[in-house]
C-alpha cells in the first residue's frame, strides 16, 4: 500500500490511462483490480481504439465500478477506422457514458501511417468533443505542434496528452489550452533525462499519472505484461524528483484527474 511513511494513511492514486478491457488481461482482470484497490490504485482511466473494440470496454467497464471508459479512433489502428466511424462514435456515445473522446491524435513516428487520414479523423473528433463537451485524450508523437495547431481552432474543456514527450514550451501551451499532461513508465528509466527534467520543472497541478498498461513498462520491471500497478513506480519516481510530500502529490495529482474526468474526489 502506498504511504507517505509509516504512521501516515495510504495514499489513493488513479491510473489516467490504462488499457484493461485488452484481451491480455482476460485471465486475471479481477484478480488484478483487486490488488491494485488494495494497494492504493482505486480508479482506471480506459480509452477505447477502434469502434470494432467500443463494446468490449462498455463491458468491462460495466463489470467494474472502478473502470471510467472513453471511446475513440486510436491513430496507431489507422487501418481499422473509417471516416464514417466518427458518427458512429457519436450515437455509441449518446448511448453509453463516456468520460471523454479518446484515445486520439495523430502518430507521425510511424511512417506508414497516412497522415492525411489521421489529420481528418482527428479534427472530426475534436468537433465531435467540442460539440459534446467532453474533454480528450490525446495520442501525439512527433507531432506536438500540428496538434495543437487544431487545438486551437476549437474550444475544448482539456484533456490529456498521454505519455507526454514534448518540450516544456509545448507543455506550457497545452497547459493554456486546458490539459494535464501525463507521465509513465518511460521517464522511470535512468536515460530519461528530458521527462525527468520536465516532471521536476513543471506545477504539481500540470501532472497525472499514468501506465499504458499492457505496453509502457516501466524501467527494471521483469514481467511480459505491465499493469496498473506499476502507476505505484511511476508515483515514487515522481516524488524522489519532486520537493513535495508524498501526500501533497498524491493530493494533487488525483485531483487533477478528477477534475479533468469529471469524477468523483
Given at each position: 500500500?502506498?504511504?507517505?511513511?509509516?504512521s501516515a494513511k495510504p495514499?489513493?492514486?488513479?491510473?489516467?490511462?490504462?488499457?484493461?478491457?485488452?484481451?491480455?488481461?482476460?485471465?486475471?482482470?479481477?484478480?488484478?483490480?483487486?490488488?491494485?484497490?488494495?494497494?492504493?490504485?482505486?480508479?482506471?482511466?480506459?480509452?477505447?481504439?477502434?469502434?470494432?473494440?467500443?463494446?468490449?470496454?462498455?463491458?468491462?467497464?460495466?463489470?467494474?465500478?472502478?473502470?471510467?471508459?472513453?471511446?475513440?479512433?486510436?491513430?496507431?489502428?489507422?487501418?481499422?477506422?473509417?471516416?464514417?466511424?466518427?458518427?458512429?462514435?457519436?450515437?455509441?456515445?449518446?448511448?453509453?457514458?463516456?468520460?471523454?473522446?479518446?484515445?486520439?491524435?495523430?502518430?507521425?513516428?510511424?511512417?506508414?501511417?497516412?497522415?492525411?487520414?489521421?489529420?481528418?479523423?482527428?479534427?472530426?473528433?475534436?468537433?465531435?468533443?467540442?460539440?459534446?463537451?467532453?474533454?480528450?485524450?490525446?495520442?501525439?508523437?512527433?507531432?506536438?505542434?500540428?496538434v495543437l495547431?487544431?487545438?486551437?481552432?476549437?474550444?475544448?474543456?482539456?484533456?490529456?496528452?498521454?505519455?507526454?514527450?514534448?518540450?516544456?514550451?509545448?507543455?506550457?501551451?497545452?497547459?493554456?489550452?486546458?490539459?494535464?499532461?501525463?507521465?509513465?513508465?518511460?521517464?522511470?528509466?535512468?536515460?530519461?533525462?528530458?521527462?525527468?527534467?520536465?516532471?521536476?520543472?513543471?506545477?504539481?497541478?500540470?501532472?497525472?499519472?499514468?501506465?499504458?498498461?499492457?505496453?509502457?513498462?516501466?524501467?527494471?520491471?521483469?514481467?511480459?505484461?505491465?499493469?496498473?500497478?506499476?502507476?505505484?513506480?511511476?508515483?515514487?519516481?515522481?516524488?524522489?524528483?519532486?520537493?513535495?510530500?508524498?501526500?501533497?502529490?498524491?493530493?494533487?495529482?488525483?485531483?487533477?484527474?478528477?477534475?479533468?474526468?469529471?469524477?468523483?474526489?
Amino acid at each position: 500500500m502506498v504511504q507517505e511513511n509509516d504512521s501516515a494513511k495510504p495514499l489513493e492514486l488513479i491510473d489516467s490511462h490504462c488499457h484493461l478491457d485488452f484481451p491480455e488481461f482476460d485471465e486475471n482482470r479481477e484478480a488484478l483490480i483487486n490488488e491494485c484497490t488494495v494497494k492504493g490504485v482505486k480508479k482506471f482511466i480506459v480509452p477505447g481504439v477502434t469502434a470494432d473494440t467500443w463494446p468490449r470496454l462498455k463491458k468491462v467497464a460495466n463489470d467494474y465500478s472502478s473502470i471510467y471508459p472513453a471511446y475513440g479512433l486510436h491513430p496507431y489502428f489507422l487501418a481499422e477506422h473509417k471516416l464514417e466511424h466518427v458518427e458512429a462514435l457519436k450515437v455509441f456515445i449518446q448511448n453509453n457514458p463516456s468520460i471523454a473522446i479518446g484515445e486520439i491524435g495523430l502518430d507521425y513516428y510511424l511512417k506508414n501511417l497516412d497522415r492525411n487520414f489521421q489529420q481528418k479523423l482527428l479534427l472530426a473528433q475534436l468537433a465531435l468533443a467540442n460539440e459534446l463537451n467532453l474533454p480528450v485524450i490525446l495520442h501525439v508523437r512527433k507531432a506536438h505542434d500540428d496538434v495543437l495547431s487544431f487545438l486551437k481552432q476549437f474550444s475544448l474543456v482539456g484533456g490529456t496528452v498521454h505519455a507526454f514527450n514534448g518540450s516544456f514550451q509545448q507543455a506550457e501551451q497545452y497547459l493554456k489550452l486546458g490539459f494535464k499532461l501525463g507521465f509513465g513508465g518511460a521517464m522511470t528509466f535512468e536515460r530519461a533525462r528530458h521527462l525527468r527534467q520536465l516532471v521536476s520543472d513543471l506545477p504539481l497541478e500540470a501532472i497525472v499519472l499514468e501506465t499504458d498498461a499492457p505496453d509502457m513498462r516501466p524501467a527494471n520491471y521483469s514481467q511480459e505484461i505491465n499493469t496498473p500497478l506499476t502507476v505505484l513506480t511511476v508515483f515514487r519516481q515522481i516524488c524522489e524528483l519532486r520537493s513535495e510530500s508524498p501526500q501533497q502529490i498524491a493530493n494533487q495529482m488525483t485531483a487533477n484527474t478528477c477534475a479533468i474526468f469529471s469524477l468523483p474526489n
